[in-house]
């Protein structure tokens, strides 16, 4: 059956479609880190703050088409830079997570 299914999609919509496979994996593994870390469906407002302090200083942008945009190459990559971010937070115990952040961002 798999044959057939690969003689029906021709070379270039195959390769489309694993690699948008492969993006949405990394969305899926993206939104699993914040809900790990208590922001995946952040409510408060200090929460949606520091989620999108978070989201900025990983990606670059608050804009989900952009992000969106990424593929799978990049998204792994920020993944791996917001589970380092998410560890030194947590390493930190800062009572103020979004002044740490900026902290960050001025050491640099």
């Not at 690699?19 to 407002?45: P, T």
Request: net charge negative; hydrophobic share 40%.
């Amino acid at each position: 059956m798999a044959a057939v299914q690969e003689n029906l999609v021709s070379g270039n919509d195959l390769e489309w479609i694993q690699k948008n496979l492969a993006r949405k994996i990394e969305f899926e593994k993206i939104q699993s880190v914040f809900d790990e870390n208590g922001l995946g469906d952040a409510r408060s407002k200090v929460d949606r703050q520091l989620k999108t302090v978070i989201i900025k200083k990983i990606f670059g942008t608050t804009s989900n088409i952009e992000i969106e945009k990424m593929d799978a190459a990049q998204l792994n990559h920020c993944r791996a830079l917001l589970e380092e971010l998410f560890k030194s937070l947590s390493a930190a115990q800062s009572e103020d997570p979004i002044a740490y952040l900026n902290q960050l961002d001025q050491a640099t």
